[in-house]
């Protein structure tokens, strides 16, 4: 199963975000983003739609995808469940699931990729674990059936390569964009590493990841 959902795909927070979230999304997909997953489910749904339009005016034109998370499209065409939520009636173009262990991974049944989490300790939730590391992810990673975006504490290039070669077919990464001073420097530096193209200290900001 090949999975729409590869590479870095960038985890929205907007408490955490240093800028103004679609300041931190656009600078992100000018660092070479092309997958952005919606989180922010504390807004009330007319807010929490019209940031969703506003962030896939950002990805259209650069072929991006916007995954909305929880059980609500938000007029879209990608959902992010959680791993104990029912998936809503009428199955989206894009369906993915939050998994944490063997047992959830399981228990999955029509979704095109999974995340497994916490790979890395992580400062967005902090004591959440244990962590996985590398080793379970990839055997994580074997069992899954289907594509897994590895999750939790990635924040520096050598991360993203080690998940990548662990067979993740991608990184969702929240701190290392939202937090940074320069989110288009920071998310090219986990791109150029996620391509291999080096250690994530440079990446030509016109690649698109597909």
């Avoid at 240093?18 to 070479?32: D, I, N, Y």
């Avoid at 993915?96 to 399981?106: M, P, Q, T, V």
């Avoid at 999955?108 to 790979?119: C, I, K, W």
């Avoid at 991360?159 to 920071?186: H, N």
């Amino acid at each position: 199963m090949v999975s729409p959902v590869r590479g870095v795909v960038v985890v929205t927070d907007r408490a955490v975000a240093a800028r103004p979230l679609t300041e931190v999304v656009a600078a992100a997909v000018a660092g070479g983003a092309r997958h952005v997953l919606l989180r922010e489910k504390d807004l009330p749904r007319p807010a929490r739609l019209e940031l969703a339009y506003a962030l896939r005016a950002l990805l259209e034109p650069v072929g991006g995808l916007l995954i909305a998370g929880g059980q609500d499209v938000l007029e879209g065409e990608a959902l992010h469940l959680s791993a104990g939520a029912v998936a809503p009636l009428g199955r989206p173009h894009v369906l993915g699931r939050s998994c944490h262990g063997e047992a959830e991974l399981a228990r999955l049944t029509n979704e095109d990729y999974a995340t497994v989490s916490p790979v890395w300790p992580t400062a967005t939730k902090p004591g959440y674990g244990p962590a996985l590391g590398p080793a379970e992810l990839r055997r994580l990673c074997g069992l899954a059936g289907r594509p897994v975006l590895a999750l939790g504490g990635v924040t520096a290039p050598e991360q993203v390569a080690a998940c990548r070669e662990a067979g993740a077919a991608g990184v969702a990464v929240l701190g290392a964009v939202m937090r940074a001073d320069d989110p288009a420097e920071a998310t090219a530096r986990l791109c150029a590493a996620w391509d291999g193209v080096c250690d994530g200290s440079g990446r030509r900001r016109a690649t698109v990841i597909a």
